[in-house]
């Protein structure tokens, strides 16, 4: 393999890493990685795994010379004495620890004679190949392979023994892009990334029909954010701002750094970055922050009526006190905003607006750059609510035509109670801070205070340390896969979702035909949502029921609740299925009753 594709990044963690982890997770005594020209890259790359690099100068000659190249370092180690090897092509990333264990414990199994003359290779659907167990006795004619073909040149001399790996996808090459951004969406559609939350993780091993569809309330979090978190806390805890020891600086350090970091991942300056608790507080700095030092008496403010409560609620609490005039923007049957009357309201010449980006009900999306350019151009400040949006695609704040955007990390699979506030390049200035205290402040008299300018003006108090850190490894967690691959992974489920469900008598999808953003919400004829989720939950199915803090739109769309099921990139094909099953199950029971 070339050294590119080695070290690219195959959801969340590069190929080169994922194969030699499989390998040393294996029961396998030693593991050798044969590497080309960039060896020092690739060695750098597993520096915190029990293997050894060995650098092959010849690797152009092909995948045989590398064969050759590792087995002739192997048997030269003077401290092993193997019986056996296995080897394997680092860029087919299906091959899994069990099934590698497998292919030795099938050649332990050997007893009968000329078991030395016999390959163990991987199989599936009558096909074998890598990765393949060669015996010792066949060590000589390995260490003499040349050619592209590598250890297979020599499946036609030996007895071959297939060894079912039980996936279709076993022998996946990720050779070219095409092949890579495929790989990725099967690896997604498959579940394998929840094996990077633990919590999934445990759950499923005490429960195996458990299954976590309600990501949208909030999404598990991963290994890298849970270990970020208690690395702070083990070896560099400390308050931050106006420490002179070592330990506060690095605590200082490592704060402004998660700022860097998730600042960067939205496409922002660090500067205009707030981290705040979460994207309500983030909504009401936005609102009642610049709103009450912008907005004056009969001013209008337009909100789409699909919004959280979150962008309701401050908006009504500041209307009391200024007087302003609201208008919740009209929406079709589908709980998007109505394009005809929207330039009806926008010729009214708003001052504020406030969007949704992805509705937490019906999981639709606004095309929020077209409404916030227009919005800006009829003299609105615009706020948006990224929250639902975050965990299925990387957004770029600047792209969005906005004044002001919001998210919370444990919708992106970060930690509580952590969220960030984005105001455009000279809108920090035109709000004032709701909190008053400790870190917000240049300097306090019994005159009065001034206070410090950029996102610290708005971070009153000791901040929540911990959770920015994890915030910044969530961030990096999710770098780690294709955006592609993301959007196709939540826009297929969703799509088998709905689907699967209007399938179902009785059952109505809201927005079906529609695209989902990972969330379907739907309703049981004669069924209480309550009800349906508490008889779900009984077969290990988490979704969730009620108004989803979204009444004005469950009253616009005259729907009393609804029943949500909201996918993570942790879900998987099986898991949708599953759920469709178990709600045609629960309509069959009420059926019978009826």
């Known amino acids: 393999m070339g050294e590119s594709k080695l070290l690219k990044s195959f959801c969340g963690e590069p190929v080169i890493h994922r194969a030699v982890r499989t390998a040393c997770e ?27 690099t060995v650098f092959h100068g010849a690797w152009e000659e092909g995948q045989g010379s590398s064969v050759a190249c590792g087995v002739r370092a192997a048997t030269e180690d003077a401290s092993a004495r193997w019986d056996g090897l296995i080897l394997m092509v680092a860029d087919q990333p299906f091959v899994c620890r069990e099934h590698l264990d497998r292919l030795m414990s099938a050649c332990e199994n050997l007893t009968d004679p000329g078991r030395e003359q016999r390959i163990l290779a991987s199989a599936e659907a009558g096909k074998t190949g890598n990765p393949a167990l060669f015996p010792k006795e066949i060590f000589k004619e390995l260490m003499a392979l040349r050619g592209d073909r590598g250890a297979r040149q020599l499946f036609n001399r030996y007895t071959v023994i297939p060894v079912e790996q039980g996936e279709k996808s076993l022998f996946f090459d990720i050779d070219t892009p095409e092949a890579f951004a495929e790989a ?78 998730v600042a960067d991942y939205f496409g922002i300056a660090a500067a205009e970055a707030v981290f705040t608790h979460g994207a309500t507080e983030g909504l009401n700095l936005a609102i009642q922050g610049w709103g009450a030092r912008n907005l004056k008496e009969g ?62 009900v019906t999981g639709l999306k606004n095309d929020v750059k077209r409404l916030a350019a227009e919005a800006r151009q ?49 809108m920090q200035e035109r709000m ?50 294709s955006q592609a691959a993301l959007k196709r992974h939540t826009g297929l489920l969703c799509r088998r979702l709905s689907e699967g469900l209007k399938s179902i008598d009785g059952i109505h999808v809201l927005g079906a035909g529609k695209t989902h953003h990972g ?72 059926d019978r009753y009826e």
């Open 26 to 52: 294996s029961r396998a005594d030693k593991v050798y990685v044969v590497t080309g020209s960039d060896a020092g890259a690739v060695e750098q790359a597993i520096s915190d795994l029990p293997a050894d």
């Open 184 to 261: 990725e969406l099967i690896w997604l559609l498959c579940g394998r990334a929840a094996k990077d939350f633990p919590l999934l993780c445990r759950k499923k091993e005490e429960n195996p029909g458990f299954i976590y569809l309600d990501s949208a309330a909030t999404s598990q979090t991963t290994e890298a954010v849970i270990q970020a978190v208690s690395r702070f806390e083990q070896n560099s805890r400390a308050n931050v701002h106006r420490g002179f020891y070592p330990l506060a600086e690095e605590a200082d350090e490592a704060y402004e750094q998660a700022r860097a970091e």
């Open 299 to 360: 001013d209008l403010v337009l909100i789409d009526t699909a919004c959280h409560h979150a962008a309701i609620v401050p908006w009504q609490m500041l209307a009391q006190r200024k007087k302003l005039s609201l208008r919740y923007l009209s929406v079709d049957s589908d709980g998007l905003i109505c394009e005809k009357e929207w330039k009806k309201a926008l010729a009214l010449r708003p001052k504020a607006v406030t969007l949704t980006c992805i509705s937490n």
């Open 378 to 426: 009829a003299g609105a400040a615009v706020i948006v609510d990224c929250a639902q949006a975050v965990g299925h695609e990387h957004i770029r704040f600047t792209e969005l035509s906005a004044d002001f955007a919001v998210v919370s990390a444990h919708k992106m699979y970060g930690p509580f109670g952590i969220g960030l506030l984005w105001a455009r390049a000279g």
């Open 432 to 481: 004032e801070p709701l909190m008053g205290g400790g870190g917000m402040i240049e300097r306090v008299t019994t005159e009065g205070t001034v206070y410090r300018e950029g996102p610290a003006r708005y971070e009153a108090g000791t901040p929540n340390i911990t959770g920015a850190l994890g915030f910044a490894a969530a961030c990096r967690y999710l770098k780690g896969f």
């Open 519 to 590: 969330i379907v919400s739907f309703q049981a004829e004669g069924i209480h949502p309550h009800d349906m989720a508490e008889l779900l939950a009984g077969q290990g199915i988490c979704v969730r029921a009620g108004t989803h803090c979204a009444m004005p739109l469950h009253q616009a769309l005259e729907i009393p609740a609804t029943l949500r099921a909201s996918i993570g990139i942790y879900s998987s094909e099986a898991e949708v299925e599953e759920m469709i099953k178990a709600v045609k199950k629960v309509r069959e029971q009420f």
